[in-house]
Nanobody, 122 residues
Framework: QVQVVESGGGLVQAGGSLRLSCVSS????????SGWYRQDPGKEREFLAE??????IYRDFVKGRFTISRNNAENTTYLEMNTLKPEDSAEYFC?????????????????WGQGTQVTVSS
Protein backbone atom coordinates (compact mmCIF):
# COMPACT_ATOMS: atom_id res chain seq x y z
CA GLN A 1 0.00 0.00 0.00
CA VAL A 2 1.13 3.56 -0.68
CA GLN A 3 0.96 6.23 1.98
CA VAL A 4 1.23 9.99 1.59
CA VAL A 5 1.86 12.26 4.56
CA GLU A 6 1.96 16.06 4.53
CA SER A 7 3.55 18.26 7.16
CA GLY A 8 4.80 21.78 7.66
CA GLY A 9 1.56 23.69 8.06
CA GLY A 10 0.97 26.14 10.86
CA LEU A 11 0.16 29.70 11.84
CA VAL A 12 2.12 32.49 10.18
CA GLN A 13 1.72 36.23 9.85
CA ALA A 14 0.91 37.83 6.53
CA GLY A 15 4.06 38.26 4.47
CA GLY A 16 5.66 35.23 6.09
CA SER A 17 6.76 31.91 4.64
CA LEU A 18 6.12 28.23 5.15
CA ARG A 19 7.52 25.09 3.56
CA LEU A 20 5.20 22.12 3.25
CA SER A 21 6.50 18.60 2.84
CA CYS A 22 4.83 15.57 1.27
CA VAL A 23 6.42 12.19 1.88
CA SER A 24 5.26 9.14 -0.03
CA SER A 25 6.12 5.57 0.87
CA UNK A 26 5.28 2.10 -0.34
CA UNK A 27 6.75 -1.10 -1.74
CA UNK A 28 9.05 -0.43 -4.72
CA UNK A 29 7.36 2.91 -5.30
CA UNK A 30 8.03 5.11 -8.32
CA UNK A 31 6.45 8.55 -8.22
CA UNK A 32 5.52 10.02 -11.59
CA UNK A 33 3.64 13.11 -10.52
CA SER A 34 3.16 15.11 -7.31
CA GLY A 35 0.66 17.91 -6.90
CA TRP A 36 -0.36 20.38 -4.21
CA TYR A 37 -3.94 21.50 -3.67
CA ARG A 38 -5.81 23.44 -1.04
CA GLN A 39 -9.35 23.53 0.23
CA ASP A 40 -11.40 25.93 2.31
CA PRO A 41 -14.37 24.54 4.25
CA GLY A 42 -17.42 24.49 2.01
CA LYS A 43 -15.37 25.04 -1.15
CA GLU A 44 -13.95 22.78 -3.80
CA ARG A 45 -10.38 21.62 -3.61
CA GLU A 46 -8.24 23.77 -5.93
CA PHE A 47 -5.07 22.92 -7.78
CA LEU A 48 -1.96 24.94 -6.94
CA ALA A 49 1.08 23.30 -8.51
CA GLU A 50 2.44 20.01 -9.75
CA UNK A 51 5.76 18.54 -10.70
CA UNK A 52 6.47 15.64 -13.04
CA UNK A 53 9.82 14.64 -14.47
CA UNK A 54 11.30 17.66 -12.74
CA UNK A 55 9.04 20.07 -14.65
CA UNK A 56 6.84 22.30 -12.47
CA ILE A 57 3.46 23.73 -13.42
CA TYR A 58 1.71 26.45 -11.42
CA ARG A 59 -1.66 28.13 -11.23
CA ASP A 60 -1.29 31.74 -12.20
CA PHE A 61 -2.27 33.08 -8.79
CA VAL A 62 0.67 31.36 -7.05
CA LYS A 63 3.35 32.02 -9.65
CA GLY A 64 6.21 33.96 -8.16
CA ARG A 65 5.15 33.19 -4.57
CA PHE A 66 5.01 29.38 -4.40
CA THR A 67 7.72 26.96 -5.53
CA ILE A 68 7.24 23.22 -5.91
CA SER A 69 10.24 20.92 -5.83
CA ARG A 70 10.98 17.24 -5.41
CA ASN A 71 13.73 15.18 -3.82
CA ASN A 72 13.43 11.76 -5.45
CA ALA A 73 16.00 10.17 -3.13
CA GLU A 74 13.78 11.05 -0.15
CA ASN A 75 10.48 10.55 -1.99
CA THR A 76 9.50 14.01 -0.80
CA THR A 77 7.77 16.86 -2.59
CA TYR A 78 7.98 20.35 -1.17
CA LEU A 79 5.90 23.48 -1.53
CA GLU A 80 7.76 26.62 -0.55
CA MET A 81 5.26 29.41 0.09
CA ASN A 82 6.41 33.00 0.38
CA THR A 83 4.66 36.34 0.87
CA LEU A 84 1.70 34.55 2.36
CA LYS A 85 -1.66 36.30 2.49
CA PRO A 86 -4.68 35.70 4.74
CA GLU A 87 -6.54 34.34 1.71
CA ASP A 88 -3.93 31.57 1.48
CA SER A 89 -5.37 30.10 4.70
CA ALA A 90 -6.71 26.63 3.95
CA GLU A 91 -6.10 22.92 4.38
CA TYR A 92 -3.29 21.95 2.00
CA PHE A 93 -3.23 18.52 0.40
CA CYS A 94 -0.70 16.58 -1.60
CA UNK A 95 -1.60 14.05 -4.26
CA UNK A 96 0.98 11.59 -5.51
CA UNK A 97 0.63 9.24 -8.46
CA UNK A 98 2.89 6.61 -9.93
CA UNK A 99 3.43 2.86 -9.73
CA UNK A 100 4.31 0.45 -6.93
CA UNK A 101 4.83 -3.28 -6.59
CA UNK A 102 2.12 -5.34 -4.88
CA UNK A 103 2.06 -9.12 -4.87
CA UNK A 104 4.83 -9.16 -7.44
CA UNK A 105 2.92 -6.97 -9.89
CA UNK A 106 3.55 -3.32 -10.76
CA UNK A 107 0.34 -1.39 -10.18
CA UNK A 108 -0.62 2.26 -10.66
CA UNK A 109 -1.60 4.38 -7.70
CA UNK A 110 -2.92 7.86 -6.96
CA UNK A 111 -3.13 8.75 -3.30
CA TRP A 112 -3.98 11.83 -1.25
CA GLY A 113 -2.47 12.76 2.05
CA GLN A 114 -4.51 13.73 5.10
CA GLY A 115 -3.80 17.46 4.72
CA THR A 116 -1.96 20.08 6.72
CA GLN A 117 -3.56 23.30 7.91
CA VAL A 118 -2.12 26.67 6.96
CA THR A 119 -3.42 29.78 8.71
CA VAL A 120 -2.18 33.24 7.75
CA SER A 121 -3.04 36.03 10.16
CA SER A 122 -3.43 39.63 9.03
Amino acid sequence: QVQVVESGGGLVQAGGSLRLSCVSSGPDITVIRSGWYRQDPGKEREFLAEISGGVPIYRDFVKGRFTISRNNAENTTYLEMNTLKPEDSAEYFCQVSGVFRWSGVRRPFAEWGQGTQVTVSS
